[in-house]
């Protein structure tokens, strides 16, 4: 079974321009996460979704930010414009509400972004 | 919201001693805390977790121990391996709230 999918892996962009990263998670998981990890730091929460609707933004800084998840599969996370600070991996993360599953999360293996 | 300490944030220990790394949380309505290990460039992987209904969890040399009523909670390995060197993160839970990580322990195993 494919884990969750991130892409692109690596992207560098000059302040001020836009970015979107990517994300497919492990089939049938119906909650997806979006984090933010600075270098030394654990991961932050940005957004968590159930199924197509955004349940938990509170953390997600919608001057700059915004994601979808329009027909409750993939995911997009976007930065228009990107901030110097805004420099980190975005981790996308998936799990499921099923009994059992201990509503573990999976992580992408993140995408490392550089403002320059 | 919820509030996780970590500690220590580097840890060197010699190939075949014992790690402990230790978490406090300040949601007394959490109720499950997993362990992440972090090889460098990589994702975050569960090792280990506990609930709240549960004082100890063991899973070979990896160990978890909660206190409740304190509010803190501590990972053992045992018999350390070089292979073991990576970042754990602890985390908390609470049924309505999400995720919050700690800040991260930098385990180094020497050989």
């Known amino acids: 079974e494919a884990g969750v999918v991130q892409s692109p892996r690596y992207k560098i962009i000059e302040k001020k321009q836009p970015v979107a990263f990517w994300c497919n998670p492990i089939?049938?998981?119906?909650?997806l996460y979006w984090y933010r990890q600075n270098l030394g730091q654990g991961p932050e929460l940005l957004i968590r979704y159930e199924n197509e609707e955004a349940v938990d933004d509170s953390q997600l800084p919608k001057d700059r930010f915004s994601a979808e998840r329009l027909k409750g599969v993939d995911s997009t996370l976007k930065i228009q414009p990107a901030e110097l600070g805004d420099s980190a991996v975005y981790l996308c993360?998936?799990?499921?509400?099923?009994?059992?599953?201990?509503?573990?999360?999976?992580f992408g293996p993140g995408t490392r972004l550089t403002v320059l | 919201g919820e509030n996780v300490e970590q500690h220590p944030s580097t840890l060197s220990v010699q190939e075949g001693d014992s790690a402990v790394i230790k978490c406090t949380y300040s949601d007394s309505a959490s109720n499950y805390f997993p362990w992440y290990k972090q090889e460098l460039g990589k994702r975050p992987q569960l090792i280990i977790d506990i609930r709240s209904n549960v004082g100890e969890k063991k899973d070979q040399r990896i160990a978890v121990t909660l206190n409740k009523t304190a509010k803190h909670f501590s990972l053992h390995i045992t018999e350390t391996q070089p292979e073991d060197s990576a970042v754990y993160f602890c985390?908390?839970?609470?049924?309505?709230?999400?995720?919050?990580f700690g800040s991260g322990t930098q385990l180094t195993v020497l050989p």
């Open positions: 993360a998936s799990s499921s509400l099923l009994a059992g599953t201990n509503n573990e999360q999976f």
């Open positions: 985390a908390a839970k609470s049924t309505a709230r999400q995720l919050t």
């Open positions: 089939s049938g998981h119906n909650t």
